[in-house]
C-alpha cells in the first residue's frame, strides 16, 4: 500500500525535494500508479527466465585513447565556476 | 513536396537551397505562432547552412541531403544550438557537441531549421508538459498533436519543414505522427546511433523519422543509419537503400492481425478505419491472419516500470552542478542537488523518476521490475513465433485519434493506457511505421501502424507506402 512514508522515502531516494503540499499530490498519484503497476505481478513468471539482456553490446569498439573536449567547452554549461573547477556547498 | 522531388528541383537549380530555406523560414514565422512547434528557430545559421549547400550543388557534389531543410526534435544534442528537451532544467543548456545524427545531417549539407518542442525530457502523449507551452494540433489547435515528438509531427504537417528527426521510447514518433496525419517511422532497435540523443530510458529510445510518406522516412533513414563506435548498441546488420523494395510486388505477403489490439478500449471508428485497411491488402492479394499476442495486457505496466527505472537512473546526471539550473537555495551539498532538481523538472518528469525508484528499491524490485523483464522477454518471443508465420503486423497506433487539449493530460494513468498499442514495440526492439488510414468524424487522422521483423525496415516502407499510392491524404489548413 502506498502511503506519504513511502513518498518520502522515495523523494530522498530520487534527491527531489516537495513541500508538504506537494508530497501529499504525489502520494495520491502514485496510488493510482502504482495500481496500474501492480498488474505485473499477475504475469506467471514461473515459465519465464530472469534477464537483464535486453540490450546487445556486439559491436564494442577498441579502448584507443582519443583527444578529449577542452575544459572551457566541458565547464561552459556550468553555473558556479572558480579556477576550472565547479564550486559546490562545503562538504566537510 | 515529396523529398525525391526536393532534391531534383535543388539540382536543376529551379530553386535555390536559400530561396528554400527562406520560404520555410518565412513560413514557420507567420505560422508558428500558432502551433509552437518550435522551441529555438536556427534564423541565421540555417541561411548559412544554405548558402553552403548551394556550392556544395553549383560544385555537382550534392549528396540526398544537402539543401533539405529539416527540423530536429530538441532532446537531440546540436551543436552551439540551445538544446532544452522542453525543460526548465535545460532552459539554457548549449550543448559543446553533435550527437551522431546531427553531424550526420550536417555532413551532409541538410540545413537544420530548428529544434522542436516535446514533452519534457520526452515523457507523455500529448506535448503539453513542455516548459515552452504546449504544442497544438494543426489539424485542429484545440486537439494535442501527440507525443513526444509532437513538435516534429506538427511541424511536418503545417509544412514547416521537409522532413523531421523524433525519438521515440514507447511510440513517441508514431503517435504523434498519427495524430497530425502524417508518416512517422520508428526503426529497430539499434539502426540509428543514440549518442548525443538526451537519455530516457537507454534500452528503449530509438531516433526516428517523421516525415510526409513512407518513401519519405526511408529518404532520411538511409542518411542517418549505421553503426556508430559512439554507441555500443547500434547494429552493424542495418544494410541501408530502405526504398528498394518500394512499388514492387507486395501481394504475396502474409499480414497478421493480431487479435487483443481490437478489444474494450479501441475507438470504434479507428477500429473500422484500421479494418478497412487489411482488406484494402486482403484484395491486393495479401494472406490476412487473426494472430495473438497474450502479453499485450502486461505491456503497458512493464513498459512504465522499465523506461521509469531506466529514466530515474539516467536523469540522476541533473545535478545543478555541471550544467543545468542551479538552485540559489540548499545550504549543504544534497539540500543543493534535490532542490535544483525540484526547481527544474516537472510533474511528470518527477513522477516517472519517484516510479523508477519505486521499481528499483529494496522490496518492491523483485515483484515489479524483475517480472517487468520477464514479460519483456515473453513479449518478444510471442512476436518471434508471429513472424514465423507473418511478414508484417497491422495494428491500431492510438485507441483514438487527437483529443482536445486539457482532456486527458492530467491524469497520468489514462494517458499511460493510451500507449497500449505502441510500447510493445519497443519493449521487443522492432521497427514500426504510422500512416494515415483514414479521417474521424471530425475530420481528425486516423493512424494505423505496421510493424516488421528486426532490421526488415524495407518491406515495413514497401507495404505502407503501397498504401500511401492508394490513399487521398488530406493537408492540415492553418
Known sequence: MFNLELTRHLANLSKIHFTDEELDKMTEDMTNIIELMDKVCEFDSSKTAYSLDAVNYNDLREDNPKDSYPTEKIISNAKNIKNNSFVVPKVV | ?478
Open chain 2, 1 to 478: 513536396m515529396a523529398l525525391q522531388k526536393l532534391r531534383d528541383m535543388l539540382d536543376k537549380k529551379e530553386i535555390s537551397a536559400v530561396e528554400l530555406t527562406e520560404t520555410y523560414l518565412n513560413r514557420i514565422k507567420e505560422k508558428d505562432t500558432k502551433i509552437n512547434s518550435y522551441i529555438t528557430v536556427c534564423n541565421e545559421s540555417a541561411i548559412s547552412e544554405a548558402k553552403n549547400a548551394q556550392k556544395v550543388i553549383d560544385s555537382g557534389n550534392s549528396t540526398s541531403f544537402t539543401g533539405i531543410p529539416v527540423s530536429v526534435k530538441d532532446n537531440i544534442c546540436t551543436k552551439g544550438i540551445k538544446t532544452t528537451c522542453a525543460s526548465k532544467m535545460l532552459e539554457d543548456f548549449v550543448p559543446p557537441y553533435d550527437a551522431t545524427v546531427a553531424k550526420k545531417l550536417k555532413n551532409n549539407n541538410a540545413v537544420i531549421l530548428g529544434k522542436t518542442n516535446m514533452d519534457e525530457f520526452a515523457m507523455g502523449g500529448s506535448s503539453q508538459t513542455s516548459y515552452f507551452g504546449g504544442v497544438k494540433n494543426p489539424f485542429d489547435t484545440s486537439r494535442v498533436p501527440g507525443g513526444s515528438s509532437g513538435g516534429a509531427a506538427a511541424s511536418v504537417s503545417a509544412d514547416l519543414c521537409a522532413a523531421a528527426l523524433g525519438s521515440d521510447t514507447g511510440g513517441s514518433v508514431r503517435q504523434p505522427a498519427s495524430f497530425c496525419g502524417v508518416t512517422g517511422l520508428k526503426p529497430t532497435y539499434g539502426t540509428v546511433s543514440r549518442w548525443g540523443l538526451i537519455a530516457f530510458a537507454s534500452s528503449l529510445d530509438q531516433i526516428g523519422v517523421v516525415a510526409k510518406s513512407a518513401e519519405d522516412t526511408g529518404y532520411i533513414l538511409n542518411g542517418i543509419y549505421g553503426y556508430d563506435e559512439n554507441d555500443a548498441t547500434t547494429s552493424k546488420k542495418s544494410t541501408g537503400d530502405y526504398n528498394c523494395l518500394v512499388g514492387s510486388n507486395i501481394s504475396n505477403l502474409k499480414i497478421g492481425i493480431p487479435k487483443e489490439f481490437f478489444g474494450d478500449g479501441l475507438d470504434d471508428e479507428v477500429k473500422k478505419a484500421v479494418l478497412n485497411a487489411a482488406e484494402y491488402y486482403k484484395k491486393l492479394g495479401c494472406e490476412i491472419v487473426e494472430v495473438s499476442l497474450p502479453c499485450l495486457e502486461y505491456a503497458v505496466s512493464a513498459y512504465y516500470l522499465i523506461s521509469s527505472a531506466e529514466a530515474a537512473s539516467n536523469l540522476s546526471r541533473f545535478d545543478g552542478i555541471k550544467y543545468g539550473l542551479r538552485s540559489g537555495l540548499g545550504e549543504n551539498f544534497n539540500d543543493l542537488i534535490a532542490n535544483s532538481r525540484r526547481e527544474g523538472f516537472g510533474n511528470e518528469v518527477k513522477r516517472r523518476i519517484m516510479l523508477g525508484n519505486y521499481a528499483l528499491c529494496s522490496g518492491y524490485y523483485d515483484a515489479y521490475y524483475k517480472n517487468a523483464t520477464r514479460i519483456r522477454t515473453e513479449l518478444k518471443a510471442e512476436y518471434a513465433k508471429i513472424f514465423e508465420e507473418c511478414d508484417v503486423i497491422l495494428t491500431p497506433t492510438a485507441p483514438t485519434t487527437a483529443y482536445k487539449i486539457g482532456q486527458q493530460e492530467n491524469d497520468p494513468v489514462k494517458m499511460y493506457l493510451a500507449d497500449i498499442y505502441t510500447v510493445t514495440v519497443n519493449i521487443a526492439g522492432l521497427p514500426a511505421i504510422s500512416t494515415t488510414c483514414s479521417y474521424d468524424t471530425n475530420g481528425m487522422p486516423i493512424g494505423m501502424s505496421l510493424i516488421g521483423k528486426s532490421f526488415d525496415e524495407k518491406t515495413l516502407i514497401a507495404v505502407c507506402d503501397r498504401f500511401e499510392k492508394d490513399f487521398e491524404r488530406k493537408e492540415a489548413v492553418l
